[in-house]
């Protein structure tokens, strides 16, 4: 089966030292991080426990010049990238790189919704199906939750609904940070949360797991990143960790613990 529109098929990280930054996640994660196959190009494939989940890129001095600084971005499947470009512009969301294709690979562009939360969207090359977000089964070293941190989230849910399909299927009351919305869109995607000071401006968090929660903290630690949030647990007993990574890209992790 193929993914389809509103379907998180592939995760990028963008950081200022990927040597350093390999060095961090393959300790905290189920990783292999290949060497870059494409010409001209540092890019390095993310490999995990059933297949590629992303890949990690420098950012360049002219990235750095324009604002660009180390971030976890993901990808979403569209039918036609310029058709879903010109979508969100019309919506209120801006195009941050405009469509471009990738021999073999496919047609992509950097884009933010309304409230500047950035996320690429694409038409993959190709009809295989992407597991890089696992959401019919756990997979150790995959993405297993995609959460937005939103000012507006019934603003959000307007426009991520109108580009994709989403629905809300549930929520969850969490008191003072209020309501904790579940995204359903042919099985459980993540969910939308109201954004505080806090947490920065508005942007996507991924969360990826890992066989034992407590083994990634003291990872994490020992690699020169820094918890900031957790481990607190989740429904269904995993717990969920938000952490800091060595050039500062914020990152979600999940998954059992041992003890």
């Given at each position: 089966?193929?993914?389809?529109?509103?379907?998180?098929?592939?995760?990028?990280?963008?950081?200022?030292?990927?040597?350093?930054?390999q060095?961090?996640?393959?300790?905290?994660?189920?990783?292999?991080?290949?060497?870059?196959?494409m010409?001209?190009?540092?890019?390095?494939?993310?490999?995990?426990?059933?297949?590629?989940?992303?890949?990690?890129?420098?950012i360049?001095?002219?990235?750095?010049?324009?604002?660009?600084?180390?971030?976890?971005?993901?990808?979403?499947?569209?039918?036609?990238?310029?058709?879903?470009?010109a979508?969100?512009?019309?919506?209120?969301?801006?195009?941050?790189?405009?469509?471009?294709?990738?021999?073999?690979?496919?047609r992509?562009?950097?884009?933010?919704?309304?409230?500047g939360?950035?996320?690429?969207?694409m038409?993959?090359a190709?009809?295989?199906?992407?597991?890089?977000?696992?959401?019919?089964?756990?997979?150790?070293?995959?993405?297993?939750?995609?959460?937005?941190?939103?000012?507006?989230?019934?603003?959000?849910?307007?426009?991520?609904?109108?580009?994709?399909?989403?629905?809300?299927?549930?929520?969850?009351?969490?008191?003072p940070?209020?309501?904790?919305?579940?995204?359903?869109?042919?099985?459980?995607?993540?969910?939308?949360?109201?954004?505080?000071?806090?947490?920065g401006?508005?942007?996507?968090?991924?969360?990826?797991r890992?066989?034992?929660?407590d083994?990634?903290?003291?990872?994490?630690?020992?690699?020169g990143?820094?918890?900031?949030?957790?481990?607190?647990?989740?429904?269904?007993?995993?717990?969920?960790?938000?952490?800091?990574?060595?050039?500062?890209a914020?990152?979600?992790?999940?998954?059992?613990r041992?003890?």
């Amino acid at each position: 089966m193929a993914n389809t529109q509103g379907d998180f098929i592939w995760y990028e990280l963008m950081t200022s030292d990927a040597d350093a930054a390999q060095a961090f996640y393959t300790s905290v994660l189920d990783w292999k991080i290949a060497v870059s196959v494409m010409p001209g190009m540092d890019y390095r494939h993310i490999e995990a426990s059933e297949g590629n989940v992303g890949g990690v890129m420098p950012i360049s001095p002219e990235m750095a010049e324009h604002g660009a600084r180390p971030a976890w971005v993901a990808y979403i499947a569209v039918d036609s990238v310029d058709a879903s470009a010109a979508s969100i512009t019309a919506a209120g969301g801006s195009v941050m790189m405009p469509a471009m294709d990738i021999p073999s690979v496919g047609r992509i562009a950097m884009v933010a919704d309304p409230h500047g939360a950035p996320f690429y969207i694409m038409t993959p090359a190709g009809e295989g199906e992407s597991h890089a977000y696992s959401k019919d089964r756990p997979r150790i070293g995959h993405c297993a939750w995609n959460e937005l941190v939103t000012p507006d989230q019934t603003a959000s849910w307007a426009f991520y609904g109108e580009q994709f399909g989403w629905e809300n299927p549930d929520s969850m009351d969490m008191g003072p940070m209020g309501s904790y919305q579940f995204i359903g869109h042919n099985g459980m995607l993540g969910a939308m949360m109201k954004g505080i000071p806090e947490m920065g401006p508005p942007h996507w968090n991924q969360y990826f797991r890992v066989a034992d929660i407590d083994a990634a903290v003291v990872a994490i630690g020992a690699g020169g990143g820094s918890v900031i949030h957790g481990p607190m647990e989740i429904p269904g007993g995993d717990f969920s960790l938000n952490g800091i990574d060595p050039q500062g890209a914020h990152f979600g992790v999940v998954g059992a613990r041992k003890g």
